[in-house]
């Protein structure tokens, strides 16, 4: 039932490895298949995924596939390392990077028709010209039309890479909509259980998918082998604490959004939400996560994260339990978004006592 967990860094010399597993534990261990394979299965595609040490490995091997002199989109709005990293990529290599809303599918076409001639790939820099999306975003839930985007940026020779952290392969198939590289971060819903990070690449075609790999070997951001196994364990509950969860989340939002302590939320499943519907024709589920802003600013905001009983205050999500957090703790965190926004990621406990939870708190506080 259970595959082995393989504590070994090096291999007796054998001719039959697939992969190259079995040589040399950074080059990769038959301990990362079942993941690998399994969550490649889930996306769709056709090569397996290949496991990092963190989403932010395997977000830091993709933006590094830039061709030197190319162009690089990121949404304004993201996961707040990977604009640092995308920022970096910029600083030190004549690479273009470009901030742009990704809501507006036309100021991403029109970023791409500015940007001027793309460079011809390298073995070094396959990827010419690269659109990053990340939807729903991290932590404001914009969406970005990821079939009319893809459309878009082949049309101009750029590749599409979808962060799909937040949907997960069972809300959202990115290769179904056009995207040539989805990257994730494992640490969250994957794995499930705040117990590991972890990160994923998925890639469509085979030669970016070899040139990932070869940034995972050398530069050598790998997985532990027990790290990988708790993911795969993680993996097999992966449906069950989804629909949970995003049940739990659309109750909720639907509750918050009549609460007379609340300025504004927002969740992809709400009809309020100026994307639902797009959320609805391209995922097939909303995600868990809401964004809440109470009324009282900042303050009330830090009230309500330390009145909480049950929910925890910590960073992260995507856990089996209820957390939430002031994302603007943060100084690297955007500055356009709110002081006061505090993001809910909802787990898979009992709904009625998340709402209790929720509803005490913002008595006390609001
Ligand atoms: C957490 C997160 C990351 C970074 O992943 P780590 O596993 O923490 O390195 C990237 N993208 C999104 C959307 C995230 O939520």
Do not use: C
Not at 52 to 65: C, I, K, P, R
Not at 71 to 78: G, I, T
Not at 161 to 182: C, E, K, S, Y
Not at 336 to 347: A, C, F, N
């Amino acid at each position: 039932m259970n595959e082995p967990v393989v504590l070994s860094s090096t291999y007796v010399n054998r001719q039959d490895a697939p992969r190259g597993e079995g040589l040399y534990a950074r080059l990769g261990t038959e301990t990362w298949l079942p993941f690998e394979e399994t969550l490649g299965t889930l996306e769709g595609a056709r090569h397996p995924a290949l496991l990092f040490g963190s989403g932010m490995a395997a977000a830091g091997a993709v933006l590094d596939l830039v061709t030197p002199g190319g162009l690089l989109v990121v949404p304004r709005h993201a996961y707040h390392a990977v604009l640092l990293a995308a920022r970096r990529v910029g600083e030190r290599s004549d690479v273009r990077v470009v901030s742009v809303d990704i809501t507006d599918t036309g100021a991403v076409v029109t970023a791409l028709e500015e940007s001027g001639p793309v460079p011809v790939p390298t073995p070094s820099g396959p990827i010419p010209a690269l659109v990053w999306l990340e939807s729903p975003t991290n932590p404001t839930l914009e969406l970005a039309d990821i079939a009319a985007l893809s459309e878009a940026a082949h049309a101009r020779g750029a590749l599409v890479a979808v962060d799909n952290t937040f949907a997960t392969p069972l809300a959202q198939r990115p290769f179904a909509l056009g995207a040539d590289i989805i990257v994730h971060s494992a640490t969250k819903y994957l794995a499930g259980h705040s117990d590991v990070v972890l990160g994923a690449v998925l890639a469509e075609d085979a030669e970016i998918h070899r040139a990932v790999r070869e940034r995972r070997d050398i530069g050598g951001a790998i997985a532990g082998p027990w790290e990988a196994w708790l993911a795969q364990r993680g993996l097999r509950t992966l449906a069950l604490r989804v629909e949970r969860s995003q049940l739990n989340a659309l109750v909720l939002a639907q509750r918050l959004q009549d609460h007379p302590g609340v300025a504004e939320i927002r969740h992809p499943g709400l009809r309020s939400h100026p994307q639902h519907d797009l959320a609805a024709a391209q995922m097939s589920g909303f995600g868990s996560i809401i964004t809440l802003r109470p009324h009282g600013g900042q303050a009330a905001a830090d009230a309500l994260t330390a009145a909480v009983r049950l929910w925890v205050p910590a960073t992260s999500l995507g856990g089996v339990e209820s957390s939430l957090e002031r994302r603007r703790r943060f100084a690297t965190e955007a500055p356009t978004i709110p002081e006061d926004l505090l993001r809910l990621s909802v787990g898979i406990e009992d709904v009625e006592d998340l709402w209790d939870d929720l509803k005490t708190a913002l008595e006390f506080v609001v």
